[in-house]
């Protein structure tokens, strides 16, 4: 796996250096973040910014993560996180424990929530038949 790691400022930083980081990927992935978090380190930033796609068992891998490195009493971020695993992270939920950056200068990622539709905005839509 493509992957460097690194420390600024306090920060463990892991870098991905995959366009897709998929299941084949993850006991790399994970263990490298683990051995941080074994080894001390409290801050960890995952740079996500040549990652394009993540499959379910990433988000996954990614929520186990967060939660051990809770745990451990640490901190768990992503940077770089590109649209399109931004929209799967908010489609699953992830994105209400995974603090996201838009880079490594911990900028956070503007997050827009929809709470309630207004009534103006929904449509009643009547079957009257079923399509071939």
């Known amino acids: 796996m493509n992957l460097t790691t690194d420390r600024s400022q306090g920060i463990a930083i892991v870098r991905v250096g995959e366009t897709r980081l998929m299941y084949p990927l993850l006991a790399d992935f994970s263990g490298a973040v683990m051995s941080l978090l074994t080894g001390g380190d409290k801050k960890v930033m995952i740079d996500l910014s040549k990652v394009t796609y993540v499959d379910s068992a990433t988000i996954g891998c ?40 838009p880079d490594e200068e911990n900028r956070p990622v503007r997050k827009v929530f929809v709470t309630e539709i207004p009534k103006e ?6 079957v009257t038949g079923v399509m071939p």
Do not use: S
Request: net charge positive.
């Open 62 to 101: 990614l929520m186990d993560l967060y939660r051990q490195t809770a745990a451990a009493g640490g901190e768990l971020r992503l940077a770089g996180v590109n649209k399109r695993v931004e929209t799967m992270l908010t489609m699953t939920g992830a994105h209400n424990f995974l603090k996201m950056f």
């Open 121 to 126: 905005l929904v449509v009643q839509i009547e």
